[in-house]
């Protein structure tokens, strides 16, 4: 799968977080150079921010090269869940895969950024601009003229296309846009402290209370994270006054009641109040929005950064498609609809939390209340306890890249925790396998990354397959027999893999097609939907 050169100007990419990290890295991945722009001087390197990073997105990160942010996290793998001081339930996540990567790693934002910081300074094709404030997005023809203010006066940085990675305050970017930023801001408060102490037993979990005596009537959120830091998060009133706790002594006392009589430090304080909101639009001619400057969603199932990080690798390989000449600029329509449709999940699932969390009126907080306690004694009404549905990939069943398969359906949103089934749309899982002339690999998400993988189960001539592949697309194209690479055969099981099929996979991973018995067109016609050539 050798990428040719790209010789044209770069991808603008405006913000410098972890979302306009990564879509940096996997451009100069594929070949595509970057202006990174950013309107800050230099890193804010404040409180731990999005902690909570899921498999898929560790994933994404080590395909550029981040294998330290799951390295150096902390790994957790229990939720449980308290009404007063009874604990309702607990889970655990499910690998159908076994991938060697954890279900969830709690880690500082900032940490997370320093890694990615030290790949991208010795990454010649990104050019990094902190100082650049974006005034004005001019599109002309096929650049665009990103106008900035600089500290050395005004410039203009010419890009073939821009993603808009500007975070949750990038409202002149969403103006000069042009897009809608509709939603709503939940009226209480949160107050967030990262605290250093010494917790037995909580290294490893997740813990959320309903109504505990710290804190009645509302919640508390207790989060593990690396060298012995805990995030605790406590819903306060819309009224609370940080300043006014800290003086009056509250905040030591709301932190004893939960830490007890162990020594701590504060390391970091803040209070939040959040947010449900998302553009109209995820593509503005050729400026694609992500992240936070996309979709805001309260943050209790870890869906925000996350839900960045997917939306990076999925612009990044659509616009590294288009300007390589692979596919046609309407790929980058699917993004908008993809990325799209997956915020549009997301702020379902968080507003339905919040309305649990946040009741609006009594009828709501009796409702509530009936749920918990029925909880307490009936273990079939714990599912209806509301703490937060964790993160997980979006799935492009009803993408136009997918290829419906008539033998493989989607069955619906499964228990939390699970995967569905693996159907034409859905993420691949990942696994062990060995390729004979890839030593480096040891998974197959590491396979799928370099352009289209087709498998191939028995019954199914490879070579022939390659050759249909080869004259479908201009993209890069490999084959592999399944039963070549999945020597434990953990992949066939996951896949529940039958004879006489091809599985067709994007370079994110996604399923675009499992064909049986596929005859060449019906395989060319798989590729070019995948590609946006045909619908």
């Given at each position: ?85 009874e604990e309702l339930s607990s889970w655990s996540f499910v690998d159908p895969g076994h991938s060697p990567l954890p279900a969830f790693v709690n ?232 990325r799209l449709a997956a915020a549009h999940e997301n702020l379902e699932i968080t507003n339905r939390t919040m309305r649990f969390l946040v009741p ?176």
């Amino acid at each position: 799968m050798t990428k040719p050169a790209y010789i044209g100007p770069p991808v603008g990419i405006i913000g410098n977080g972890p979302v306009g990290q990564t879509t940096a890295l996997l451009l100069a991945r594929w070949g595509i150079p970057v202006a990174l722009l950013d309107t800050r001087h230099d890193r804010d390197a404040v409180g731990s921010k999005a902690i909570c990073q899921q498999r898929d997105v560790l994933d994404i990160w080590s395909s550029v090269g981040a294998g330290a942010i799951a390295a150096d996290g902390l790994t957790w793998t229990t939720a449980r869940t308290f009404y007063r001081d009874e604990e309702l339930s607990s889970w655990s996540f499910v690998d159908p895969g076994h991938s060697p990567l954890p279900a969830f790693v709690n880690i500082s934002q900032c940490h997370s950024e320093q890694i990615l910081d030290s790949l991208i300074a010795a990454q010649p094709l990104i050019d990094v601009r902190w100082g650049h404030d974006v005034t004005a997005i001019e599109q002309e023809g096929d650049h665009i003229w990103l106008a900035c203010a600089t500290s050395a006066g005004d410039v203009e940085v010419p890009v073939a296309y821009a993603v808009a990675c500007a975070g949750a305050r990038g409202d002149r970017v969403r103006r000069l846009l042009g897009v809608s930023f509709d939603g709503q801001s939940f009226d209480d408060l949160f107050l967030i402290c990262d605290i250093r102490a010494d917790l037995p037993g909580w290294e490893s979990e997740r813990r959320f209370y309903f109504d505990p005596a710290c804190n009645p009537g509302r919640q508390v959120l207790i989060h593990p994270c690396p060298d012995s830091m805990f995030r605790i998060d406590w819903q306060v009133p819309a009224d609370f006054d940080l300043d006014a706790e800290i003086a009056q002594g509250r905040l030591d006392a709301r932190i004893r009641q939960i830490v007890g009589d162990r020594p701590y430090e504060i390391v970091w304080q803040s209070v939040y109040r959040f947010h449900s909101r998302c553009v109209d639009r995820m593509r503005v001619g050729r400026v694609l929005l992500a992240g936070d400057c996309a979709h805001l969603v309260a943050p209790f199932g870890a869906r925000g950064l996350n839900a960045g990080v997917a939306d990076a690798e999925n612009a990044a390989w659509k616009l590294a498609f288009v300007l390589h000449g692979w596919a046609p600029g309407a790929l980058l329509d699917s993004y908008a609809d993809e990325r799209l449709a997956a915020a549009h999940e997301n702020l379902e699932i968080t507003n339905r939390t919040m309305r649990f969390l946040v009741p609006h009126n009594e009828i709501e907080r009796n409702a509530r209340y009936r749920v918990l306690e029925e909880a307490r004694a009936a273990p079939e009404a714990r599912d209806r306890v509301d703490s937060g549905r964790f993160a997980e990939p979006f799935w492009y069943i009803d993408s136009t890249l997918t290829t419906p398969s008539p033998a493989r359906r989607f069955a619906g949103r499964p228990p939390r925790g699970t995967m569905p089934a693996v159907v034409p749309g859905v993420l691949v899982p990942d696994g062990p396998v060995a390729v004979a002339d890839r030593p480096d690999v040891v998974r197959l998400r590491q396979l799928v990354r370099d352009g289209l993988l087709a498998l191939t189960t028995e019954g199914v001539d490879a070579a022939e397959t390659a050759v249909t592949l080869k004259e479908a697309t201009r993209a890069p194209t490999r084959v592999l027999r399944l039963a070549d690479i999945d020597r434990d055969g953990v992949i066939t099981a996951a896949l529940e893999a039958r004879p006489n099929e091809t599985w067709l996979i994007r370079p994110d991973g996604h399923v675009a097609a499992v064909l049986e018995f596929a005859a060449a067109a019906d395989l060319s016609a798989a590729v070019g939907r995948a590609l946006a050539e045909v619908h």
